[in-house]
């Protein structure tokens, strides 16, 4: 039974509000906390309500990945405070920063709305081309923002040794 117009704008208009509200939260946390600045605030709301509505599994990513690498940039902040002449406490992140990790999945989650729609099967034979090129791109994205940033706060709070720039 096809849903009526009225029903899929109701469900639109909802995730819409959902996606704002959760990410609303979510930027004035990060102010809140000192993990991001007002643009980076501005950028991550922007970003997050928009994977979160057009892809929910992207958003989901975009919340792990900027949680997970929160918690490390706070791990062990006093050793890298005496590293680094430029640490500022919590992050402090600028929009910059936020699209560099966010922008190119926050394409591909709004490029597959267009074409396919909100969301479907993870991966599947039967998906289509686009949902698979979308959803990998989407996971290889966030897979080297990741692996960037967690290593980088690791290294400088872990390491037995001042980390160096290899030019």
């Not at 406490?89 to 699209?99: D, E, H, T, W």
Request: hydrophobic share 40%; glycine share 8%; net charge positive.
């Amino acid at each position: 039974m096809k849903k009526c117009i009225l029903c899929k704008l109701t469900l639109m208009f909802s995730g819409a509000a959902v996606a704002v509200g959760i990410d609303g939260l979510l930027a004035f946390k990060g102010i809140k906390s000192k993990s991001l600045d007002k643009s980076g605030a501005m950028a991550a709301f922007f970003v997050g309500a928009s994977s979160l509505f057009a892809l929910p599994r992207s958003g989901i990513c975009l919340l792990g990945f900027y949680y997970s690498s929160s918690k490390l940039t706070k791990y062990k902040s006093d050793r890298k405070s005496k590293l680094d002449a430029d640490y500022k406490p919590g992050g402090q992140r600028n929009y910059v920063q936020v699209f560099s990790c966010s922008l190119l999945a926050t394409l591909l989650s709004a490029y597959h709305y267009l074409r396919v729609g909100t969301d479907g099967p993870v991966f599947n034979q039967d998906s289509s081309p686009i949902h698979a090129a979308c959803m990998l791109g989407i996971a290889g994205h966030y897979s080297c923002c990741a692996a960037d940033t967690w290593a980088s706060e690791l290294v400088s709070s872990i390491s037995y040794f001042n980390p160096f720039a290899i030019d």
